[in-house]
């Protein structure tokens, strides 16, 4: 899903708590601790994807990237 607005980002958090059985990262404790470390290396998964998204500029696609990368996050 391609996030870009505040309602794009309220569908895709509502379809992310639908997909929740598969995440990696179960527990509240889990996901907070996985959230932090994806944080801080979302840029990378930019970088290594070929998308041109600075990290450093916030934006409804970064918390959605964000939060679907701390869900699955080892």
């Given at each position: 899903?391609?996030?870009?607005?505040?309602?794009?980002?309220?569908?895709?958090?509502?379809?992310?708590?639908?997909?929740?059985?598969?995440?990696e990262n179960k527990d509240t404790h889990s996901f907070i601790e996985?959230?932090?470390?994806?944080?801080?290396?979302?840029?990378?998964?930019?970088?290594?994807?070929?998308?041109?998204?600075?990290?450093e500029n916030a934006s409804w696609k970064v918390f959605a990237d964000?939060?679907?990368?701390?869900?699955?996050?080892?």
């Amino acid at each position: 899903m391609i996030v870009n607005t505040k309602k794009d980002f309220i569908q895709f958090v509502q379809e992310l708590r639908g997909d929740s059985a598969n995440w990696e990262n179960k527990d509240t404790h889990s996901f907070i601790e996985a959230l932090g470390r994806y944080t801080e290396d979302i840029q990378n998964y930019y970088d290594n994807t070929d998308q041109n998204v600075n990290s450093e500029n916030a934006s409804w696609k970064v918390f959605a990237d964000i939060l679907k990368g701390a869900s699955i996050y080892e």
